[in-house]
């Protein structure tokens, strides 16, 4: 199909050609993560499914995309400064991640939190952390004062296009992988990668349905689309630690226009997707990267007659970075 006309960078930020821009950008760094697909979870949902399976990225979760996208657009009086960013995880060690395939810095205000498997990973990569206080204030505020003392520049976690340009490459190898897809259901947080797979989803092909899910407990996109305007939650309160985050000045808007519908699920229902996902794909997926599942399968979805041609459904498994040390001292608790 033609690509769609009203998708402009003068409206949104970022087009259909910044992510292409970015997949040849990131090309050299990145995995092309595989597409998978299971006879039972098709049966159990009615529809035949395709898991991008994100979870298999470098650093275990679509975020090294945008990272990587916005380490290397940097010119190198910016780069040598070196780079700062506030994440509860996954950003903060995807940052981390290309900043040292650059050889730049990576400072990463991290609050305290935090799943320790994710601030292994920024570890792991070098990243140079500072804990806050678990409240956007005093993530930024800490962030700000380290943008003060070494002139890093700021990396936001979601509401930057070339993050926003980076996560919709997730689009455009899901669409060559499958382009029978007509509906994709992306995990809801700052709205980034929903942002991004939206952008580009729907200049290949109009028609497509983009979806969000997002936990009850953490329900502000849901809020924002049907007051029209941006709601934000004065605490969270869910499993999915990656999905606790606001919509942004850059991300709202494509979500304003461009996502169908927010699917909201409950937490009980995030864990027993995570379990299908363990014990059907054999696959290690966060709860915040298995919630596509949990909307794909709730009343909410299977019950509305606006989903019923909603056949080919493509879900993003967004992550995999999961503690497993509870996981098996709860197994070994049994």
Not at 107 to 124: G, L, M, S
Not at 219 to 239: C, F, Q, R, Y
């Amino acid at each position: 199909m033609e690509p769609n006309s009203e998708i402009t960078k003068e409206k949104y930020g970022v087009d259909i050609s910044s992510i292409r821009e970015a997949q040849v950008r990131i090309d050299p760094y990145i995995h092309k993560t595989p597409v998978f697909t299971s006879g039972s979870l098709n049966d159990m949902c009615r529809r035949k499914l395709f898991f991008k399976c994100e979870c298999f990225q470098k650093g275990g979760a679509f975020k090294f995309r945008g990272a990587c996208n916005a380490i290397f657009s940097l010119n190198k009086d910016q780069a040598d400064k070196g780079v700062v960013t506030h994440s509860s995880g996954n950003h903060a060690a995807a940052l981390a991640l290309a900043a040292d395939l650059r050889d730049i810095p990576a400072y990463v205000v991290i609050p305290n939190n935090a799943p320790n498997c994710k601030i292994q990973n920024v570890i792991r990569y070098s990243g140079q952390i500072t804990y806050s206080q678990p409240t956007l204030q005093s993530r930024e505020t800490t962030t700000t004062k380290i943008m003060q003392e070494t002139g890093a520049v700021l990396i936001h976690p979601y509401n930057d296009v070339r993050i926003i340009s980076g996560q919709g490459t997730i689009a455009l190898e899901l669409l060559e992988q499958a382009p029978e897809i007509d509906t994709i259901i992306v995990p809801i947080s700052g709205g980034g990668l929903i942002s991004g797979v939206a952008l580009a989803a729907k200049s290949i092909n109009p028609s497509i349905r983009i979806l969000a899910a997002e936990p009850c407990g953490a329900n502000d996109a849901a809020l924002s689309k049907a007051a029209g305007e941006i709601v934000k939650l004065p605490e969270t309160n869910t499993i999915a630690d990656g999905l606790r985050a606001s919509l942004g000045s850059l991300t709202w808007p494509v979500v304003r226009d461009l996502v169908d519908a927010v699917i909201t699920v409950e937490d009980q229902e995030i864990i027993e997707a995570t379990k299908l996902c363990y014990e059907v794909l054999k696959v290690v997926v966060e709860p915040s990267g298995a919630i596509g599942l949990a909307a794909v399968l709730s009343d909410s979805f299977q019950n509305n007659p606006a989903w019923k041609d909603s056949n080919h459904v493509g879900i993003v498994l967004s992550g995999g970075n999961l503690d497993l040390g509870v996981l098996w001292d709860s197994i070994c608790g049994l």
